[in-house]
T-cell receptor, first 113, second 111 residues
């Protein structure tokens, strides 16, 4: 079965630093998503992306966050100035039609020190 | 309560028994999906049930949907130790570009 791949699997950074999390969605999918999960808590929606623009974003997705699809295959999440509370597992997902099943990557564990 | 709340929060059963998890939601939906997450890993889609469907089966999984009560249940029959994981419901809300996940049920199947 096709897979969503995410890199790196672990990222450690200092508070205030910028991080870029990378994802390669399934090639013929049209909708792309970022979710995050703080340890032991629920999976929280951050942003959805379609046709090279943000479709929807949550309250968590403030000005410190941005997404980009720079080259037609990669999908990135940038956090401009990380905070301690940004420590979480970040999941990328993609889907064909909107609202249909999501394919998730295995996640990037971000630790902000 | 939030959109997508599962109960129980945790469930421990013996191998071979059935496991039932429930999900309640608040707004109208296009569909409801169930996902599984092994510890620290990505989520894997299990089954999707549309708002005009009442029941759906996939292998040992049976999902029901009651839109009048805004609730769904996931039944895993003849459970195995390998079914040990967290299970999440997720709702596709009308006119939305996102799935909203519930808080999850942690299932432990004892060998």
């Amino acid at each position: 079965e096709p897979e969503v791949t995410q890199t790196p699997s672990h990222q450690v950074t200092q508070m205030g630093q910028e991080v870029i999390l990378r994802c390669v969605p399934i090639s013929n999918h049209l909708y792309f998503y970022w979710y995050r999960q703080i340890l032991g808590q629920k999976v929280e929606f951050l942003v959805s992306f379609y046709n090279n623009e943000i479709s929807e974003k949550s309250e968590i997705f403030d000005d410190q966050f941005s997404v980009e699809r720079p080259d037609g295959s990669n999908f990135t999440l940038k956090i401009r100035s990380t905070k301690l509370e940004d420590s979480a597992m970040y999941f990328c997902a993609s889907s064909g039609p909107v609202g249909e099943k999501l394919f998730f990557g295995s996640g990037t564990q971000l630790s902000v020190l | 309560s939030q959109q997508g709340e599962e109960d129980p929060q945790a469930l421990s059963i013996q191998e071979g028994e059935n496991a039932t998890m429930n999900c309640s939601y608040k707004t109208s939906i296009n569909n409801l999906q169930w996902y599984r997450q092994n510890s620290g890993r990505g989520l894997v889609h299990l089954i999707l049930i549309r708002s005009n469907e009442r029941e759906k089966h996939s292998g040992r999984l049976r999902v029901t949907l009651d839109t009048s009560k805004k609730s769904s249940s996931l039944l895993i029959t003849a459970s195995r130790a390998a079914d040990t994981a967290s299970y999440f419901c997720a709702t596709d809300v009308d006119s939305s570009y996102k799935l909203i996940f519930g808080s999850g049920t942690r299932l432990l199947v004892r060998p």
